[in-house]
């Protein structure tokens, strides 16, 4: 069992940056693959970025829409995942979402039903 509780959201302007985190519970969270997702107003839930438990040496995945913006990292002593964003634009408004699942393949990275638990979220707000 893996609980999660996001923080670090706000409201910033557009090309501020802002660092969200993700606070685990569990021993085994190295070994886990956590994602971040987003979902705005009237819109589906969207995948992020994610990066892979030790099994698949931490790699990390992102949607092209944050590729070059945002950045995820995690740090396992902490039990942390952090997802740092940098230039956000109007469009990054949202709730943020992070996620913890086991292996999976990378065609199954962006998708919700890959993971198993969920945090609650946090508003992200970007003004123009």
């Known amino acids: 069992q893996v609980q999660l509780v996001e923080s670090g959201g706000g409201l910033v302007q557009a090309g501020s940056s802002l660092r969200l985190s993700c606070a685990a519970s569990?021993?085994?969270?190295?070994?886990?693959?956590v994602g971040w997702f987003r979902q705005a107003p009237g819109k589906e839930r969207e995948f992020v970025a994610r990066?892979?438990?030790?099994?698949?040496?931490?790699?990390?995945y992102y949607a092209d829409s944050v590729k070059g913006r945002f950045t995820i990292s995690r740090d396992n002593a902490k039990n942390t995942v952090y997802l740092q964003m940098n230039s956000l634009k109007p469009e990054d408004t949202a709730v943020y979402y992070c996620?913890?699942?086991?292996?999976?393949?990378?065609?199954?990275?962006?998708?919700?039903?890959?993971?198993?638990?969920w945090g609650q979220g946090t508003q992200v707000t970007v003004s123009s």
């Open positions: 996620a913890a699942g086991g292996a999976m393949t990378t065609r199954d990275v962006p998708y919700s039903k890959s993971y198993d638990y």
């Open positions: 569990g021993r085994t969270f190295s070994s886990y693959a």
């Open positions: 990066i892979s438990g030790a099994w698949a040496g931490y790699n990390t």
